[in-house]
């Protein structure tokens, strides 16, 4: 299933925030994203009608297996891309921003090819 960026980043800041926090609610996305409560409100109902999220009747927001899924997919993207931009000399602020938007447009062909080259790099 292909979603939009938006969507994306969504999931991937709901994931982020379940590893701090023992619940996540509207308000703690808004706050992490800086974006307002209804933004993040139509948001929510757009993933819980497309089956991404669930969400409890105290408003603690959980990811379905699907959403978990793309969630952990950005997730390990986002932190590959900045980390390798950082070792590259990229300072932390700007690897990090960049890597929030080549995660979402790099396709998966390339982005395994980044990995395995990591990986071998390592592996010596």
């Known amino acids: 299933m292909k979603i939009q960026e938006s969507a994306e980043n969504y999931l991937e800041t709901i994931l982020i925030l379940s590893q701090r926090q023992p619940y996540v609610r509207s308000i ?12 993040v409100s139509v948001a929510m109902k757009n993933l819980r009608q497309n089956d991404l999220i669930i969400m409890n009747e105290d408003g603690h927001i959980t990811l379905t297996p699907s959403g978990l899924a793309i969630a952990a997919k950005m997730y390990e993207r986002h932190t590959l891309i900045s980390s390798l ?3 590259l000399g990229v300072n932390e602020k700007t690897a990090v921003e960049d890597a929030c938007r080549i995660e979402h447009v790099i396709s998966e062909e390339s982005f395994e090819a980044i990995k395995r080259h990591i990986s071998d790099k390592t592996d010596h």
């Open 28 to 39: 703690d996305i808004a706050a992490e994203l800086e974006f307002s409560k209804p933004s």
């Open 85 to 87: 931009l950082i070792k």
